[in-house]
Nanobody
Framework: QVQLVESGGGLVQAGGSLRLSCAAS????????MGWFRQAPGKEREFVAV????????HYADSVKGRFTLSRDNAKTTVYLQMNSLKPEDTAVYYC??????????????????WGQGTQVTVSS
């Protein structure tokens, strides 16, 4: 069992930056690939980024590649999503999620076993 708590959301102007954190409880954190998804009003939840267990590999949606950076600190059981050069279209509720499948780098929400409650990110133009 893993519990996930996101933080760091807020209101920022276009071009600004935010860093989201996702703190995980449970001793099996190091067994999970960690992903971020987002959901804007009236839209489906979409993949943002995923990081493998070791942190040695990350994958990003094309829409955020080059602007967002995902990292993890297994000692602190926390993942971080650094978001730079934010755009109004990045406005959404951001969710972190844990995937127990070994070696997974899934971009499908259905692959993830545990979810946080979400944190709102609003980018003004």
């Amino acid at each position: 069992q893993v519990q996930l708590v996101e933080s760091g959301g807020g209101l920022v102007q276009a071009g600004g930056s935010l860093r989201l954190s996702c703190a995980a409880s449970g001793r099996t954190f190091n067994s999970y690939a960690m992903g971020w998804f987002r959901q804007a009003p009236g839209k489906e939840r979409e993949f943002v980024a995923v990081i493998i267990v070791s942190g040695g590999s990350t994958h990003y949606a094309d829409s955020v590649k080059g602007r967002f950076t995902l990292s993890r600190d297994n000692a602190k059981t926390t993942v971080y999503l650094q978001m730079n050069s934010l755009k109004p279209e990045d406005t959404a509720v951001y969710y972190c999620a844990a995937d127990s499948t070994y070696g997974s780098t899934s971009r499908r929400a259905a692959s993830y076993d545990y979810w946080g409650q979400g944190t709102q990110v609003t980018v003004s133009s």
